[in-house]
C-alpha cells in the first residue's frame, strides 16, 4: 500500500535547496575561499575586491585582532605578535622546526604542540589558524547572505595525523562544520580536471610558501584515484626567501640582527624573489634599525645557484611517489603545477626536464586548490545531483606500533586508499601479566625514535593468563579525512575491554567550548546557547536526511509498522527541537538514529547491489 | 559486519577464482565506491556514515588483496581453509633456494656498484619469474584444485616479493 506523505506545516519539504558550502584553502602564507555559485567555481573577494588573505594575524595592544594585509603591513614593526605562515606550526613540537632561531616569536615548549607568547596571551597554532579562518567564514557568509553548513579545507598530502587534527580543531574553533579534510594536489586536480576534462594518470607538483606535495593521480570518468603521494611538509617558497635571506647577511657581514629587522630582510628577500620570476636582476634595499644601509643587487643565476639544493629536495620525493605508483615517465600523460612557489622558472624548468614535458600551469596556482575544495564542499553538501564526481584520496604515511626495542611495525603502509581499516593482534609476555601499553607511530623508518609519535595507551583488564595465551586486537581505522582512530580488545577470554583512542595532541570538546568561551568572554549562558543552537542544528540536519531516505526508499524497503515507528521518532524530535533542552535534544537525535539502523543497513545493502546490478551478463567472462 | 556473507570476489560480482580480469576489477571497484563511499553520504544520519565507512574500507580491503596475485591467492587458500603457513614452513626445494642466493647475490653486488641498470635488469627477471609462478597457481587453483601445491607456490612468491621490494628500496637509495 502506498502511504501518502504530508509536509509537516512549517517544514520545508523542497529538495533541492540549495546549501551553503564553501572550500578554504588554507595556505602558509595566503588563504582563500571558494564556492560554487551556478555551477561555477568562484573565488569570494573582500570588501576590497582582494581574493588573498595573507595568512598573517596581529595580536594589537588594545585586545584587538588584525588578519590578513593590515598586519601584514606591521610585520616588521611588530613581528613578535605578528604571527607570519602558522601553517609550519600546525601540530608541530618546537624540535620539529627547522630554523626555529631565524623566527621573531617567543615560543613556549607545550607537550604536544608548540605555542607563542603574545601581548594577547600565549596561543596555539590552533587559535592563531582558527583567526584566519573566521575572518574567511565570515567574508563567505556576507558574500552568500547565510549561514554556512560547511567547509571542506584543504591541507598538503603529505600532512600527518597530528598536523590534520590541528587543522580540524582550528575549523572547529573558528565554528565551521568541516565537511572533509580535502589534500590540496586532490584539489586541484578536481579544478584541473574537470575544467579541462583530462583523463588519464596525471602528476600533481604542489610547492606552496611551506609545504611541498607531490601526488600522482588516476582520472577515469570523474573518479580521481590518487596512486601515489610524497612530499616535505617542511619545504616551500618561504625556504627560497630564507636562502636569499642568509646571502644578504653573508654579502653585508651582518652581525645577529633583531626580530624587526629579521622580518624586513625576510620581506625583501621575498620581494625580490618574487620580482626574478620575470627578470634577469632584482635590487634589495632597506634601513636596519641602526642605520645601516643594505643595498644589493641578486642576478638570477646567483639566485639558481643559492636555491638548486632545494629544488632537488623536491625531485627525490617525485621520483619516489613514481615508484611507489608502479608508473613510468611515459605513463604521465601531464604535470600539473599548483603553488605560488611554482612561479619561479627554475622550478619549471626542473620539473620540465624531469618529465620530459612542458608542465601545465593554465590556472592561476594561487587559485587552484581552493576551486577543487569549492567543487568537493558543493558534492558533499548535496547540491550536486550527479554522481559522477569521486575523489579516491590515500593515507601519505605508514601508521605503525612500537615493538620491542623500539622498532617499528608497519600496520598500515603508506598510500593505502582511505578508507582503511587493519587490526593487529598482540599477545603478552610475561606470566599473568594485566596491562599492556601500545604506542602508535607515523612515518617510514625502522626505529620508532625517529618517527612521530601519534599516541600512548594503556590497555588495562586484561585477565591474568600464562605469558602467550592473551589475544589482543588493536584495530587502527583511517577514516577519509585521513585521521586515525584506534580501538582494542582482548578477545580470548571473552573479555572485551573496547577502547577508543584520541591522539594525545587533539584537543577535546570541553577544551574547545572552553577556548571559544574564553573568545567570547562573556557568561556561561552563551555556552547553553550554543549547545543548544548546535543540538538544534544536528536535528534539523538528521530530520532531512531521514525524510529524504525515506521519500526514495521508506516504501521499498520498509513495512507500514516500521514506517510507522520511525515516523513518530520523528515527531517526537521534531518538537523536542522547539523547546530549550539541549540534552533532551541530544537523546532524541540518538534514539531516532538507533531506530533507522536497520534502514540504513538495508539502504547501504540495496545501493551495492545496485551499483553491480546487471553487469555480470556483458562484462563478466564466466 | 555487515558484509561477512560476501567474500572479495563476490562484493565486486566476480567469479571466485585466480584467474580474474582486472579491467573489470578495477571497473567494478570504482562503481562500488562511487555508490558506497563517505562523500556520498556526508549529510546522512549517523547510521548511514558508519555503514558506508564500513563498506568503503570493506571495498579498499578487497581490492587491494584482489589486484594483487600473491594476496589473491592467499585469499583464495583462505577461503577454502587452507593456511599457506608462510612464516612457519620454510622448507622449499633445493633449486629454488639456489635461485634465491643467485639473485640476492646478484643484488648485493649491483648495490655495492651503485649500477641501478643492472637492478632493473634483475627486478624485470624478477618478475618474468613471478609470471610463471602466476601461470601456475591458475592451474593449481582454477583447474586442479590442488591446494597444497598452491600453498608452496605461494610461498615462493613472497620469497621473490621480499626480494623485489628490498631491490627498489636499494635503487631508491641509490637515486637519492
Known amino acids: ?622 | 559486519m555487515h558484509n561477512s556473507s560476501r567474500n572479495h570476489f563476490e562484493l565486486f560480482n566476480l567469479p571466485t577464482r585466480f584467474a580474474i580480469d582486472l579491467s573489470t576489477l578495477d571497473q567494478h571497484y570504482r562503481k562500488l565506491q562511487s555508490a558506497v563511499h563517505p562523500d556520498r553520504f556526508a549529510a546522512a544520519p549517523a547510521a548511514e556514515r558508519l555503514h558506508s565507512m564500513q563498506l568503503a574500507t570493506q571495498a579498499n580491503e578487497a581490492y587491494r588483496t584482489l589486484k594483487d596475485p600473491t594476496a589473491r591467492a592467499r585469499y583464495l587458500l583462505q577461503i577454502n581453509g587452507v593456511d599457506t603457513e608462510e612464516e612457519s614452513n620454510t622448507s622449499m626445494p633445493a633449486e629454488f633456494l639456489v635461485l634465491q642466493m643467485e639473485w640476492r647475490e646478484a643484488m648485493e653486488d649491483a648495490r655495492a656498484q651503485h649500477d641501478i641498470p643492472a637492478l632493473d635488469k634483475l627486478l624485470h627477471e624478477m618478475q618474468q619469474e613471478s609470471k610463471t609462478l602466476q601461470q601456475h597457481l591458475h592451474w593449481a587453483l582454477d583447474e586442479k584444485k590442488a591446494y597444497p601445491e598452491a600453498a608452496e607456490t605461494v610461498r615462493k612468491l613472497r620469497f621473490l616479493d621480499k626480494v623485489r621490494d628490498d631491490i627498489q628500496q636499494s635503487i631508491s637509495k641509490l637515486e637519492e
Open chain 1, 1 to 622: 500500500m502506498a502511504l501518502l506523505q504530508i509536509a509537516e506545516p512549517g517544514m520545508s519539504a523542497a529538495p533541492h535547496q540549495h546549501r551553503l558550502a564553501v572550500g578554504i584553502d588554507l595556505g602558509t602564507t595566503n588563504s582563500l575561499v571558494a564556492t560554487v555559485r551556478s555551477g561555477m567555481g568562484t573565488v569570494l573577494l573582500d570588501e576590497h575586491g582582494h581574493a588573498l588573505l595573507p595568512s598573517v594575524v596581529r595580536y594589537l595592544p588594545d585586545g584587538q585582532v588584525e588578519v590578513g594585509y593590515a598586519a601584514q603591513a606591521q610585520q616588521s614593526l611588530d613581528p613578535q605578535n605578528t604571527i607570519v605562515s602558522v601553517k609550519r606550526l600546525m601540530g608541530r613540537g618546537i624540535h620539529d622546526i627547522p630554523d626555529i632561531g631565524h623566527l621573531p616569536y617567543r615560543f613556549i615548549d607545550a607537550p604536544g604542540m608548540v605555542q607563542v607568547d603574545t601581548r594577547a596571551g600565549i596561543k596555539s597554532p590552533v587559535e592563531i589558524s582558527a583567526g584566519i579562518l573566521k575572518v574567511l567564514k565570515n567574508r563567505a557568509e556576507k558574500a552568500l547572505g547565510g549561514e554556512l553548513t560547511g567547509a571542506v579545507i584543504t591541507v598538503p598530502a603529505y600532512f600527518d595525523d597530528a598536523q590534520r587534527q590541528a587543522t580540524k580543531d582550528a575549523a572547529r574553533l573558528a565554528g565551521l562544520t568541516v565537511l572533509r579534510l580535502l589534500n590540496e594536489p586532490t584539489a586541484a586536480a578536481v579544478a584541473y580536471g574537470l575544467d579541462n576534462g583530462a583523463e588519464g594518470v596525471y602528476v600533481v607538483y604542489d610547492l606552496g610558501g611551506g609545504t611541498f606535495d607531490i601526488s600522482i593521480l588516476r582520472l577515469s570518468k570523474g573518479v580521481f584515484e590518487v596512486l601515489a603521494t610524497n612530499g616535505d611538509s617542511a619545504l616551500g617558497g618561504d625556504d627560497f626567501d630564507r636562502r636569499i635571506f642568509c646571502w644578504v647577511l653573508e654579502q653585508c657581514k651582518l652581525q645577529p640582527i633583531s626580530p624587526e629587522d629579521t622580518r624586513l630582510l625576510l620581506t625583501k628577500a621575498r620581494e625580490a624573489k618574487e620580482w626574478l620570476t620575470d627578470h634577469m636582476e632584482a635590487r634589495l634595499t632597506g634601513i636596519l634599525s641602526n642605520g645601516e644601509v643594505v643595498d644589493l643587487t641578486l642576478t638570477s643565476a646567483v639566485f639558481n645557484e643559492l636555491t638548486r639544493p632545494l629544488v632537488g629536495k623536491t625531485l627525490g620525493p617525485t621520483r619516489k611517489a613514481l615508484r611507489d605508483a608502479g608508473l613510468t615517465l611515459e605513463n604521465i600523460k601531464g604535470v600539473v603545477m599548483v603553488g605560488g612557489a611554482t612561479r619561479m622558472p627554475q622550478i619549471r624548468l626542473a620539473v620540465a626536464e624531469l618529465f620530459q614535458q612542458e608542465p601545465l600551469t593554465n590556472l592561476d596556482p594561487d587559485k587552484v586548490v581552493a576551486l577543487g575544495a569549492a567543487i568537493q564542499a558543493n558534492v558533499l553538501a548535496g547540491n550536486r545531483s550527479d554522481d559522477d564526481l569521486l575523489l579516491l584520496d590515500v593515507i601519505p604515511l605508514s601508521l605503525g606500533l612500537e615493538t620491542m626495542g623500539g622498532l617499528v611495525e608497519k600496520v598500515i603502509p603508506r598510500n593505502s586508499t582511505l578508507p582503511v581499516a587493519r587490526a593487529q593482534d598482540f599477545t603478552t609476555f610475561k606470566d599473568g601479566q594485566t596491562a599492556m601499553s601500545i604506542h602508535v607511530v607515523q612515518g617510514e623508518r625502522e626505529l620508532v625514535s625517529d618517527c612521530r609519535s601519534l599516541a600512548r595507551f594503556e590497555l588495562r583488564g586484561i585477565p591474568p593468563m600464562a605469558a602467550g595465551a592473551a589475544r589482543i586486537r588493536v584495530t587502527f581505522q583511517v577514516d577519509a579525512d585521513g585521521l586515525l582512530s584506534v580501538s582494542a580488545r582482548e578477545q580470548s577470554s571473552g573479555v572485551e575491554s573496547n577502547i577508543v583512542v584520541k591522539p594525545s595532541y587533539g584537543l577535546s570538546e570541553d577544551e574547545i567550548l572552553n577556548m571559544l568561551q574564553a573568545s567570547f568572554a562573556s557568561a556561561e549562558n552563551d555556552k547553553q546557547v550554543r549547545a543548544l543552537r548546535e543540538a538544534q542544528v544536528d536535528a534539523e540536519r538528521l530530520l532531512e536526511a531521514i525524510t529524504a531516505a525515506l521519500d526514495k526508499d521508506g516504501e521499498a524497503l520498509l513495512n507500514p509498522h516500521e514506517l510507522q515507528a520511525i515516523q513518530s521518532q520523528m515527531d517526537a524530535l521534531r518538537a523536542l527541537s522547539r523547546a530549550d533542552d539541549s540534552h533532551a535534544i541530544q537523546d532524541a537525535v540518538e534514539s531516532l538514529n538507533q531506530a533507522t539502523e536497520y534502514f540504513a543497513s538495508r539502504r547501504m545493502d540495496a545501493s551495492v547491489k545496485q551499483a553491480l546490478a546487471g553487469k555480470n551478463l556483458n562484462t563478466l567472462e564466466i
